[in-house]
C-alpha cells in the first residue's frame, strides 16, 4: 500500500482524536519489550532506578486494585485475570516456561549465552570460553504464546535481554530488533540498555499501578494489565459507586473505553498495539509492521473511522480469552457482508465473497510469519488476497 493512502487513512484517524486523553491509560496485548527494538526506539540513553522518565501522571492514591474492583465486577475480573493480557508480564522465577532443571542455551559466534534456574533466581549468563558475566533476570515480558523477553537490570540501568525464548522451539534465538553479528564485548553480549521513553512504555503496556506521583515505580508495578491500565485509577470511581448509593450521584469517574468513537476506540489501543502516526513515524515498511493491528486495520479498504463494525472491540473482548476459532469471526464479517442463503441485514452494505461464506479471515486476514519470530501472526489488513503476492507494506 502506498504511503500516501496509508498518510491519509492517518489524516482521517487524526481528525478524530480522543478526548480528556489525560485520562487514557495504555492497553497492553501480545508484544514483548522487543518491539520498541522493531519500530527503531532504541535510543542511546539509559535510565537509572532512582530516575525514572514519566509519560503518565497518576499517583498511587488513585488505584483501588485488581481486588477492590472484583467487589463488583468479580466475574469479569476473574475472566480478564487469565487472559493473555494478564499474563502480560512476570517476575522471572514465576515464569512457567523456563524450565526447572536443564538450562536454556544459545550460540552466538564466540558467545554461549544461558538462561538457568538458581534457587528462587533466574540467572542469565554470557561467556566467551574464558570469562563469562552473569546476572539474575527480573522481569518476564510477554504470556509465551509466541515468546517472552526479558528484562534485567545491571548497575543501576536496565536492559533487554539479547535472546528470547520462543514457544515453537521451546529454545532461545535473538529477541526481535537485535543486530545478528555478535556483540565486540561480552557485557554487551547479554542485551541492549534501555531508555526512559522505552522503559515506561515498556511497562506502561506490559504491567499495572506502575506509575508513582507521575513516575515510573519499577519496584512497586503489579506484573501483567488490570482493570486501571484500560479503565484509568478507580479510586475515584468507586467513592462515586458509594455516593451514589446513599445520594443517587451519577457520574461514575471511570473511563469506559467501549463508549470512544470508533477511531478514538483503535487510537486508544494503538498506544500498545501500535497506531497509524507512531508507524509511520518509524518509517517501518515491511512485515515487521505485520503485529502492529490497528495500523493494518486501518490500512484495509473498508475501513470507516466513524463506524462501530470496523474496531478492535468489534471483534475482541479484551475480558475474555483471544477467540483462535475462525469461524467465530464469520458473525463480524457479516455485519457488513451480506452472506447468500440469508436474510439481508438493514446494516449489511457489502456482498460477500463469492467462493466461500464460513472462516472468512482465513482467506481475507492471512497470517503472515515475521522472520525471527518463530510465529505466524494474523494480519488486520482485510483484502482480497492472492497466492504469491508480495507483503503490502
Given at each position: 500500500?502506498?504511503?500516501?493512502?496509508?498518510?491519509?487513512?492517518?489524516?482521517?484517524?487524526?481528525?478524530?482524536?480522543?478526548?480528556?486523553?489525560?485520562?487514557?491509560?495504555?492497553?497492553?496485548?501480545?508484544?514483548?519489550?522487543?518491539?520498541?527494538?522493531?519500530?527503531?526506539?532504541?535510543?542511546?540513553?539509559?535510565?537509572?532506578?532512582?530516575?525514572?522518565?514519566?509519560?503518565?501522571?497518576?499517583?498511587?492514591?488513585?488505584?483501588?486494585?485488581?481486588?477492590?474492583?472484583?467487589?463488583?465486577?468479580?466475574?469479569?475480573?476473574?475472566?480478564?485475570?487469565n487472559t493473555p493480557m494478564g499474563h502480560a508480564a512476570q517476575k522471572a522465577p514465576d515464569s512457567a516456561l523456563l524450565p526447572a532443571n536443564a538450562p536454556l542455551i544459545f550460540h552466538d559466534g564466540k558467545y554461549?549465552?544461558?538462561?538457568?534456574?538458581?534457587?528462587?533466581?533466574?540467572?542469565?549468563?554470557?561467556?566467551?570460553?574464558?570469562?563469562?558475566?552473569?546476572?539474575?533476570?527480573?522481569?518476564?515480558?510477554?504470556?509465551?504464546?509466541?515468546?517472552?523477553?526479558?528484562?534485567?537490570?545491571?548497575?543501576?540501568?536496565?536492559?533487554?535481554?539479547?535472546?528470547?525464548?520462543?514457544?515453537?522451539?521451546?529454545?532461545?534465538?535473538?529477541?526481535?530488533?537485535?543486530?545478528?553479528?555478535?556483540?565486540?564485548?561480552?557485557?554487551?553480549?547479554?542485551?541492549?540498555?534501555?531508555?526512559?521513553?522505552?522503559?515506561?512504555?515498556?511497562?506502561?503496556?506490559?504491567?499495572?499501578?506502575?506509575?508513582?506521583?507521575?513516575?515510573?515505580?519499577?519496584?512497586?508495578?503489579?506484573?501483567?494489565?488490570?482493570?486501571?491500565?484500560?479503565?484509568?485509577?478507580?479510586?475515584?470511581?468507586?467513592?462515586?459507586?458509594?455516593?451514589?448509593?446513599?445520594?443517587?450521584?451519577?457520574?461514575?469517574?471511570?473511563?469506559?473505553?467501549?463508549?470512544?468513537?470508533?477511531?478514538?476506540?483503535?487510537?486508544?489501543?494503538?498506544?500498545?498495539?501500535?497506531?497509524?502516526?507512531?508507524?509511520?513515524?518509524?518509517?517501518?515498511?515491511?512485515?515487521?509492521?505485520?503485529?502492529?493491528?490497528?495500523?493494518?486495520?486501518?490500512?484495509?479498504?473498508?475501513?470507516?473511522?466513524?463506524?462501530?463494525?470496523?474496531?478492535?472491540?468489534?471483534?475482541?473482548?479484551?475480558?475474555?480469552?483471544?477467540?483462535?476459532?475462525?469461524?467465530?469471526?464469520?458473525?463480524?464479517?457479516?455485519?457488513?457482508?451480506?452472506?447468500?442463503?440469508?436474510?439481508?441485514?438493514?446494516?449489511?452494505?457489502?456482498?460477500?465473497?463469492?467462493?466461500?461464506?464460513?472462516?472468512?479471515?482465513?482467506?481475507?486476514?492471512?497470517?503472515?510469519?515475521?522472520?525471527?519470530?518463530?510465529?505466524?501472526?494474523?494480519?488486520?489488513?482485510?483484502?482480497?488476497?492472492?497466492?504469491?503476492?508480495?507483503?503490502?507494506?
Open positions: 500500500m502506498n504511503n500516501s493512502f496509508v498518510r491519509s487513512r492517518a489524516i482521517r484517524l487524526v481528525a478524530g482524536r480522543w478526548r480528556d486523553s489525560a485520562l487514557l491509560v495504555l492497553m497492553v496485548g501480545f508484544a514483548s519489550v522487543a518491539i520498541l527494538s522493531a519500530v527503531g526506539q532504541s535510543g542511546g540513553a539509559t535510565v537509572q532506578a532512582d530516575q525514572p522518565q514519566a509519560s503518565r501522571t497518576a499517583s498511587r492514591s488513585p488505584y483501588a486494585g485488581a481486588r477492590r474492583c472484583a467487589d463488583c465486577h468479580s466475574s469479569i475480573v476473574r475472566s480478564q485475570e554461549t549465552l544461558q538462561i538457568r534456574r538458581d534457587q528462587d533466581e533466574v540467572v542469565y549468563t554470557a561467556s566467551d570460553g574464558q570469562d563469562s558475566v552473569s546476572v539474575p533476570l527480573t522481569w518476564a515480558f510477554g504470556m509465551g504464546n509466541a515468546g517472552q523477553t526479558y528484562i534485567f537490570k545491571n548497575e543501576g540501568v536496565y536492559y533487554e535481554s539479547r535472546v528470547s525464548y520462543y514457544n515453537e522451539i521451546h529454545g532461545l534465538d535473538l529477541t526481535i530488533g537485535h543486530a545478528k553479528p555478535p556483540q565486540a564485548k561480552l557485557t554487551a553480549e547479554l542485551g541492549r540498555p534501555l531508555s526512559k521513553d522505552e522503559l515506561t512504555i515498556c511497562f506502561s503496556c506490559h504491567t499495572s499501578e506502575d506509575m508513582v506521583a507521575g513516575n515510573l515505580d519499577v519496584g512497586s508495578v503489579h506484573p501483567g494489565v488490570t482493570c486501571e491500565n484500560c479503565h484509568g485509577p478507580g479510586s475515584d470511581h468507586v467513592q462515586a459507586m458509594e455516593l451514589k448509593k446513599t445520594a443517587g450521584n451519577s457520574d461514575v469517574r471511570i473511563l469506559n473505553p467501549g463508549s470512544l468513537r470508533p477511531a478514538e476506540v483503535n487510537e486508544f489501543c494503538g498506544k500498545c498495539h501500535r497506531t497509524t502516526s507512531s508507524v509511520l513515524a518509524s518509517n517501518i515498511h515491511d512485515v515487521r509492521n505485520v503485529r502492529f493491528q490497528p495500523y493494518r486495520l486501518e490500512n484495509s479498504r473498508c475501513y470507516d473511522p466513524t463506524d462501530t463494525r470496523i474496531t478492535c472491540l468489534a471483534c475482541h473482548d479484551p475480558h475474555k480469552q483471544l477467540v483462535t476459532d475462525p469461524e467465530k469471526y464469520d458473525e463480524q464479517c457479516e455485519a457488513c457482508h451480506a452472506v447468500r442463503g440469508k436474510a439481508h441485514r438493514a446494516s449489511q452494505s457489502a456482498p460477500a465473497c463469492p467462493n466461500a461464506t464460513i472462516k472468512c479471515v482465513t482467506c481475507h486476514m492471512p497470517k503472515t510469519v515475521l522472520p525471527g519470530s518463530h510465529y505466524a501472526f494474523t494480519d488486520h489488513y482485510i483484502r482480497v488476497t492472492h497466492a504469491g503476492e508480495k507483503y503490502p507494506e
